[in-house]
């Protein structure tokens, strides 16, 4: 069987517009609001079923059909995806759980869970043409445009906070990319890249201003799903910065609904930021459809500082629709749980990552989650890549002394 992707149209996630993918798309023309990708998925229900996917390549792009690359040639790829859902029957055991299992997505090219995005948006400009990428990142995600640019022979231009982690910077720098640091955060790195645009003439590949790194991220549901064999579970507790992964998995469970592969159940959708920069718990408590710019953004997460999201509304409507909630924890807190996913299961997680385990023991704590109840942890990065967190001090020994 001939196997090709099924993308329709891209459609405005607010407006309802519609845009023809065969062309370079950023945000919609008239309100500015993210284009998401559309599938024929009538025609893949028809030609295809669940069991088709079983024995396909262990990496994200086993999901080709509902991926919106057109050419398999095009697809840029360090085999990302597939990652394990690891149970943690010690960790459940010590916090009264019995059904709890982390992604863990610290087992990926480039050490986070930006590959996924990074693999999908630069395949889609190499399958348009597009030769000179740039983006703004917190950190991780300038390390993926690096690797993942390099692969496709584009010249690739990043922008980051001056305080991001050094791993992100020489990840990127070794990779080849033009690394600019900027005074401020995210935001103001995302200004700079967007005013590039006409000058330098890149493409700008920044959070949901490009319609593809949501696509890649999406896949992280489809697999949830199918590694549980095809069910999914009560709860999903996801790190939010951008919201590109919620939003994403979102979207992919009503694509798995529309062909059939999933019944009309959904998880409820917990999304953790930091509390030194929560401006989705804010807006969540508060009723509100949007956030609001978070001032002085600080936390140890650099995932999380993210202050305003372009697609807040999304991430906002996901959580209400899907009955879930909004948590904010400390840093402390996120300290804490990293240190306590190494000790009792041997996965050393990313702060962000660490923040979901967190904010699954208030979660238990106040009664939100039921202790029958199966729950997805995501870890969304390596704790290699962050060890300037540890203060780690081993006694030596051997002596020098003649
Ligand atoms: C970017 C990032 C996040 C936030 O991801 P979104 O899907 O954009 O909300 C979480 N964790 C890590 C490690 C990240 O790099
Ligand atoms: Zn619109």
Redesign the pocket.
Known sequence: MIELSYLTVLECSKCGRVFDPDHVQSVCDKCGKPLLASYDIESIKLQFSRKDFAHREASMWRYFEILPVKDKRNIVTLGEGWTPLTPTPRLGDLLGISNLLVKD?GIIPTG???AR?LSAAISKAKELGIKRVALP?????AGAISAYGARAGMEVYVFMPEDAPKVNIVESLVAGAEVELVKGLITDAGRLAAEGESVKGWFNIS?LREPY??EG?KTMGFEVAEQMGWRLPDVIV???????????MWKAFDELEQLGWIGEERPRMVSVQAEGCAPIPKAFKEGREESEYWEGAKTI????R?PK?LGDFL?LRVVRESDGTAVAVSDDEILDSVRMLARVEGIFA????G?TLAALRRLLDDGSIDHDESVVL????TGL?YIHLFKADAPVHGSSRG
Not at 137 to 141: K, M, T, W
Not at 238 to 248: D, Q
Not at 378 to 381: R, S
């Open positions: 997505e986070s869970f930006k995005g990142s917190a950190g991780n995600a959070t790194r949501i991220k996801y790190p939010t910065g951008g919201g590109t992964g919620i939003i994403g997460a650099d995932g999380l993210v999201a991430i990313c702060p962000e990552g923040a995501f870890n969304t990065g890549k």
